[in-house]
């Protein structure tokens, strides 16, 4: 076993503290990399034993993070209980589609109190439910937050300055991680609306599949600017619908992410409706990327759910006529422009026209 590398000097100060991250995709290796250069133990699970001794061996993820050193006291585990019973702090960065079965064939390993943040975005395919409800429903003894902002994990592990957000009720919980995370180059604000924190993390994807389209179609600048605004405008909407705070659409995790998902070829909700706009069928888009895009699976659950409350959404209804439905995406985009022109800020002039 090769030597485990020295922390590098972050400027992050305090206590090491033992912390479990559980995920050994790109979003998982990119917090285990600042836990670890931070100067904390890290119990990094993953379910591969192959990758895992990779890791130990090289320090190297190479499937999620190639050429990327994990440096600090990082020890990739196959074994969850261990992880999470040595952790002080658990972070949970699982696909959607696998959260809750991970969660619930482990929950008995879960201290009383113990803080658990989710840094997943997406939705549960029944009933609706974001992570952090899913957390509460399988361990309801623990201390809950949810991180969420403009993160694209690539740059995170090149040590790109970023900017992030925990929301958490227990003023305890936000301390707690802006304490473990922060460094020179990652700064963690902290929020109070968990669920619209959370659920504009998972609703961005769907307008990063929506300008990545737009960007193969070459629509022009104008064209990107106005699906962003219009992106935020209809996601607050709906988010508003279901009880979040409007104002955290001004954020980081609103704004913020949306912009970074919407704007760079680094996202991979981006890099597949690029794919699909330059002609490829979704599926050959998805397996090409070969890691998540939580957008696929969270568009058809927001269509729903907006058909279901009546709040109006033509971008979600009309990807989602054009993923799922093989609509002519030229039809669709003709179909939006054409629709009623409302208001602009509907905090302002409310809209008024009904679809
Ligand atoms: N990457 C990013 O920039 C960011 C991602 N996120 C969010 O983080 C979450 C995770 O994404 P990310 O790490 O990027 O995804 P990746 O596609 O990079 O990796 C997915 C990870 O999940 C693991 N996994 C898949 N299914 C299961 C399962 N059934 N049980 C256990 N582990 C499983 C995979 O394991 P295996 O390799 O064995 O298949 C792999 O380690 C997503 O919700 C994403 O939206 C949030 C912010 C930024
Ligand atoms: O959420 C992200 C950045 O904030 C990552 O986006 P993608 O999952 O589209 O890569």
């Known amino acids: 076993m090769s030597e485990q590398s ?20 790109s979003f998982g290796t990119a917090m285990a990399k600042v836990l670890g250069e931070n100067g904390h133990r890290v119990h990094f699970w993953m379910r591969g034993e192959a990758q895992a ?8 993820n190479s499937r999620y993070m190639p050429g990327i050193e994990l440096a600090g006291d990082i020890q990739p585990t196959t074994d969850l209980a261990d992880a999470v019973s040595k952790a002080e702090i658990v972070f949970v ?10 969660i619930r064939e482990n929950c008995d390993k879960f201290r009383d109190d113990q803080i658990v943040v989710s840094l997943t975005k997406g939705i549960e395919e029944h009933g609706f439910k974001l992570m952090s409800e899913i957390l509460q429903e399988e361990i309801p003894r623990c201390r809950i937050g949810v991180l969420s ?24 919980v936000r301390r707690a991680v802006q304490d473990l995370l922060g460094c020179e180059y990652f700064r963690v ?13 998972a609703l961005k994807n769907i307008y990063a599949i929506v300008a990545g389209l737009a960007s193969a179609l070459e629509m022009g600048e104008n064209a990107k600017a106005m699906l962003i605004t219009r992106g935020l405008a209809e996601m607050s909407r709906f988010a508003v619908s279901l009880g979040a705070n409007p104002m955290t659409f001004m ?19 981006y890099r597949v409706g690029y794919a699909v706009g330059q002609g490829q069928n979704l599926d050959d888009a998805v397996a090409e990327l070969g890691q998540v895009a939580e957008g696929i699976y969270t568009l058809k659950l927001v269509k729903e759910k907006a058909e279901a409350i009546g709040i109006y959404m033509p971008l979600v209804r009309g ?36 679809q």
Do not use: W
Not at 53 to 60: F, K, L, S, Y
Not at 149 to 172: F, S, Y
Not at 189 to 196: F, K, L, Q, R, S
């Open 53 to 60: 001794e990779e890791i130990r061996t090289t320090r190297v």
């Open 251 to 269: 954020g980081l995790a609103g704004v913020g992410d949306l912009i970074v998902t919407c704007t760079s070829s680094k996202s991979r909700n």
């Open 149 to 172: 902002g403009p993160n694209l994990a690539g740059e995170i592990v090149n040590r790109d300055l970023t900017a992030t957000v925990i929301a958490a009720k227990d003023p305890d």
């Open 6 to 25: 020295m922390p590098q000097d972050t400027g992050a100060t305090g206590p090491v503290h033992d912390v479990a991250v559980l995920g050994g995709g």
């Open 319 to 354: 990807l989602y006529e054009i993923l799922y439905d093989n609509a002519s995406i030229r039809a669709v985009i003709n179909s939006l422009m054409m629709s009623v022109q409302n208001s602009d800020v509907e905090f302002i002039l409310p809209r008024t026209i009904s």
């Open 93 to 102: 960065a699982i696909p959607s589609k696998a959260f809750r079965a991970v």
């Open 189 to 201: 604000y902290a929020n109070v609306d968990v669920y619209g924190v959370e659920l504009a993390g």
